[in-house]
């Protein structure tokens, strides 16, 4: 894990801190977005943090079917 998503985790972490945050990971494809976030959420679950992943991917997929999004 890199230094940044050390420094989220530590700094969010804190017992005082319990009101909710939103973390975005934008790139380029397969740059490793989904990844990150899979390892961020795993570790903030760890650390009894409630967290809500969503995937542009899995979100366009089935919230967006019908809409005419296809990007």
Same mark, same amino acid.
């Given at each position: 894990?890199?230094? *940044?998503? #050390?420094? @989220?985790?530590?700094? +969010?972490? +804190? =017992?005082?801190?319990e009101?909710? &945050? !939103? @973390?975005? &990971? *934008?790139?380029l =494809? !397969?740059?490793?977005? *989904? /990844? *990150?976030?899979? @390892?961020? /959420?795993?570790? $903030?679950?760890? +650390?009894?943090? +409630? @967290? /809500?992943? $969503? ?5 366009? /997929?089935?919230?967006? #079917?019908?809409?005419? &999004?296809?990007?």
């Open positions: 894990m890199g230094d *940044t998503m #050390k420094a @989220v985790v530590a700094k +969010r972490d +804190r =017992p005082y801190c009101e909710g &945050f !939103c @973390v975005w &990971f *934008t790139g =494809p !397969c740059s490793g977005k *989904t /990844t *990150t976030a899979e @390892v961020l /959420t795993a570790m $903030l679950m760890k +650390r009894g943090r +409630r @967290v /809500t992943l $969503l995937d542009g991917d899995v979100v366009r /997929t089935h919230l967006s #079917k019908g809409l005419g &999004f296809s990007k």
